[in-house]
Structure formats: structure tokens, C-alpha cells
């Protein structure tokens, strides 16, 4: 009700089907989409594969399936050069639009919040925010993307991850030129 969060396509039980049958993987993400439907009242616009995996073909097919993009990992061995900070598209399809994960401001919080030996221990929502903000001019987007199960599991209460989360929009947001966005707001913006 916020437009504050958008629910993302992908397979139904978390599965490779693409890798194994494209008729599988178009049932597995049509029910996953009705689901969200049947509960949230929207259907999705962007599609995200189990794990973030991605290969061209795959964005093709999702492309033809309607999906105006696709949250993929922005690894450094693919990537090369490029930033995952900004939107691409695959060879060919110019409608179909690639959000990719910064995996390094990601992984801080996910896997390095915690990690007392880290350089950067202890990491406050004020640095955080900051880190983000030095994105500004090398890039449209932080794509951040972790799973549920960092925050409780991975990331205990005591390490600090809710009080952090709590006062990170705020920080966020202390710099002027930065704003949140969902991924189909981000694609609006910015493809």
C-alpha cells in the first residue's frame, strides 16, 4: 500500500528449471507470479532467478514472458571493467533491463557486519550511507540484495543489524541526491 515495496517474480520452488526445462520454468514462475497476485494484489514486473543466476538466454526468454527486468548478480569476473551500478541490457533486447547486485556493499552487510577482524569493524548506518553516496557519478543504482535469512540467522540481533537497518533510511536519505526506489521505478528511471 506504501509503493514503498515490489514483490519479484521467480520460480515457484526455488529451482534451476531453466536449466532444465523451459516449459517447467514458465509453470514454476506463472505460479509463483498468481501467488504474489493472490496475496499482495500485484503482479510482478521484474523476474529474479534462484541464487541471482543468469545467462542471456535466460533474460530472452523472461523478456518474452513480459518481465521488464531481471535482478541478476553483478559479479567483478563478468563485469570486467563495467559497475554493477548501472543498468544494461541484453545483447539484443533493448526492453528487457539488468539490475545487478553490488555484491561488495551487499556482502558488508550480510556476511561482514558482524566480523569483529574486519577493518571496517564496526559498521554504522552513518558509513554505510556514506559509501553509498560516493556511488553518485560513477553510477543510477546500489542495488543491494541479501537473503532473508541474514537478518536473525546470519546477522544475530546482537550484533547490532536491527538498530543499523532501523537508522539507515535516515542516513540514506541526510544526502540530498540520494532516494530509495523499486527495481520497476529504478528501470522507469533510468533504462
Known amino acids: 500500500d506504501t509503493g514503498s515495496v515490489e514483490f519479484l517474480a521467480e520460480t515457484y520452488y526455488h529451482s534451476l528449471a531453466f536449466l532444465y526445462s523451459k516449459e517447467e520454468f514458465s509453470e514454476q514462475v506463472r505460479l509463483h507470479s498468481d501467488l504474489i497476485e493472490h496475496h499482495f494484489g500485484q503482479r510482478p514486473k521484474i523476474f529474479r532467478n534462484t541464487e541471482l543466476i543468469y545467462n542471456n538466454d ?19 569476473h563478468i563485469l570486467g571493467y563495467r559497475s554493477p551500478n548501472f543498468l544494461y541490457h541484453p545483447p539484443g533486447d533493448p526492453k528487457t533491463t539488468l539490475l545487478l547486485k553490488n555484491y561488495r556493499l551487499s556482502d558488508d552487510i550480510a556476511f561482514r557486519f558482524s566480523e569483529r577482524s574486519w577493518a571496517e569493524w564496526p559498521l554504522t548506518s552513518e558509513k554505510f550511507a556514506d559509501w553509498v553516496h560516493q556511488v553518485n557519478g560513477q553510477g543510477y543504482t546500489v542495488n543491494l540484495f541479501m537473503d532473508y535469512e541474514t ?4 546477522q544475530w540481533s546482537e550484533t547490532g543489524i536491527f538498530p543499523f537497518l532501523q ?3 535516515e542516513q540514506i536519505l541526510s544526502h ?8 520497476s521505478e529504478v528501470v522507469q528511471a533510468y533504462a
Open 176 to 183: 540530498p541526491d540520494d532516494d530509495f526506489k523499486t527495481p
Open 151 to 154: 537478518f536473525g540467522e546470519h
Open 167 to 169: 537508522h539507515l533510511p
Open 58 to 76: 535466460l533474460a530472452g526468454f523472461v523478456g518474452q514472458m513480459g518481465y521488464r527486468g531481471i535482478v541478476a548478480e553483478g559479479a567483478d
